[in-house]
């Protein structure tokens, strides 16, 4: 039997909501071992003179313990 955890990462990027999803996933599986899924909570942009500045994704990462 296994036991999930889930945890909130909140990750952004200058560049694209994927990248943001993939700096949040690179810096999440430094520290959390078995991490098997990523569901990604909201996305949004902030802006700078009527210009996106920053891409940010909420996302909740799903690890399994031992």
Same mark, same amino acid.
């Not at 296994?2 to 952004?12: F, G």
């Not at 990462?61 to 031992?66: C, E, G, Q, R, Y």
């Given at each position: $039997?296994?036991? *999930? &955890?889930? %945890?909130?990462?909140?990750? /952004? /990027?200058?560049?694209?909501?994927?990248?943001?999803?993939?700096?949040?996933?690179? &810096?999440? %599986?430094? =520290?959390? #071992?078995?991490?098997? /899924? *990523?569901?990604? *909570? /909201?996305?949004?942009? $902030?802006? #700078?003179?009527?210009?996106?500045? %920053?891409? &940010?994704? &909420? $996302? #909740?990462? =799903?690890?399994?313990?031992?």
């Amino acid at each position: $039997m296994s036991v *999930a &955890r889930v %945890t909130e990462i909140i990750a /952004s /990027s200058p560049n694209s909501f994927k990248a943001a999803i993939e700096i949040g996933l690179k &810096r999440a %599986t430094k =520290t959390l #071992k078995n991490v098997q /899924s *990523a569901w990604i *909570a /909201s996305q949004e942009v $902030m802006l #700078k003179n009527d210009k996106v500045v %920053t891409y &940010r994704v &909420r $996302m #909740k990462v =799903t690890f399994i313990l031992n």
